[in-house]
């Protein structure tokens, strides 16, 4: 396979015509370059998520108080800097969508999948460099459209993130549900084809480029994660594409998929025969292996960022690996767990349950392996380090509340309150958020050539993790209180009054850790061109991507590639006089290769 690989190498990259500007930074077909792409397109559709929340957040704190702010920056929707409740409804739409779909799924999959993989399985490339671009600029379109309808008269889509029918499927039902609503689910369909591609692209090669001795058993565990969460993606994203087209045309051609006996102002509409309880079935079907598809490259690059920082072996890599596997098979029966109220019989609710509570094991063997793989480690508290480890603490509190979640009888009590924003926050969002910080902070030097300020990388690491804290773990008190997710105000019930302070606490934390993100910011951009120059081995790591040279090329390696001898985790071996070995190192004579 190699020597077909290196005659393929010499044959395309060998002679390769001066690149333009086009060429090498707009339409590249080169892996790194579109990783970067993913990454900047990403961060700027974090920006506009996180100031939307930030808005709503000081809307909830401060109701029908006047904000300067509102009234700059919604116009008529915040008449004398008081906020319209339709708009309420479009900011936290929008910002669920931005977040979970172009942020963590694109932003932390598609960036990370497209600069490792090729690099940590010693391939020039991805299987097909085409489609890869194809796939970026088909998220790149995506996210145009998902910008612009916040620009629509009538306003963008307002019901909620999860988009259930009626609210979605009538365009008369509320000024959302017309052109925003439309362009929402156009923009969902594109980022659906563009996340299809990504992930075709990245089974393949990692099935079919793997260099001479990259055994499945000694592949890094991100490699494991990303090929893993692009199976998960072609199973489950076509589900939620049937959903939108069906939607569409319950919307536009008079079909009657999910409505049925709709009455507006005493006009009986002539739907009949259809069920939103569908949708809720197609949604979820994707919904619930969404929330792995968005963790579980997370959990890969922290496994990678543990084992290199503590200078140990990550332990049980086999164990690591099946829990991946379970996790990938049991995200695909639990998606009933977000439908327990909706009349469903109690017999399957308890099926649910039981897959869903099944679910915490494989989870809890990861927690535990990183636990075992830090101690008595020679911890290295770099930026990276932190933020995996913040990961490990938001993942395991973040997961305690999803069992209460996941039992039918409990989940009724809590269910649509800030309880379960406060759990999902932690346990995807801001889990995901950490993974991908820490993947940003140790693999910068293989993305620009550079070193982020470390110092800059602590003040983001430690207000972000205070603030993050500080944001939703009040929030599990006011929902067990009662208090509905998804109100603009509360003010009109006497009951909830007693929250409004916890509410303000909530908010000022939540523009504090909006604030810091600019220090990350600023940070990430000047260092592109000003920080220092980095080495190419920077941590003393052991896998694939270390051994490529500081300046890109495109087929990463200027000569042969390199051969695999070894796992990927040769931290602290006997025998050796440093304590770590690169996986191209040949074994000594009398040297076993250590598996576990």
Known sequence: MSAHEDTHAHDDHGHHHKETFVTKYIFSQDHKMIAKQYLITGTIMGVIGVLMSMMFRMQIAWPEEPNLLFEALLGKWAPEGVMDADIYLALVTIHGTIMVFFVLTAGLSGTFSNLLIPLQIGARDMASGFLNMVSYWLFFLSSII??????VEAGPAAAGWTIYPPLSALPMAQGGSGMGMTLWL?????FIASSLMGSLNYVVTVINLRTKGMSMTRLPLTIWAFFVTAIIGVISFPVLLSAALLLIMDRSFGTSFFLSDIFIQGEVLHYQGGSPVLFEHLFWFLGHPEVYIVILPAMGLVSEIM???SRKPIFGYRAMIASILAIAFLSTIVWGHHMFISGMNPFL???FTFTTLLIAIPSAVKAFNWITTLWKGNLQMNPAMLFSIGFVST??????????????????NVHDTYFVVAHFHLVMGISALYGMFAGIYHWYPKMFGRMLNKNLGYIHFWITAICAYGVFFPMHFIGMAGLPRRYYTNTNFPLFDDLANVNVIITVFALVGGVVQIVYLYNFFSSIFFGKKATQNPWSSTTLEWTTPVEHMHGNWPGDIPHVHRWAYDYSKPGHDVDFVPQNVPLKEG??????
């Open 307 to 309: 084992a290199s920082n």
């Open 395 to 412: 993942f395991i509190t973040g997961g305690l509340t999803g069992i209460i979640l996941g039992d039918s009888a409990l989940d009724i």
């Open 146 to 151: 998902m910008v612009i309808s916040l620009f």
């Open 349 to 351: 609710g308890s099926v």
């Open 186 to 190: 156009v923009s969902m369909a594109i």
């Open 591 to 596: 040297e076993e290769e250590l598996q576990h």
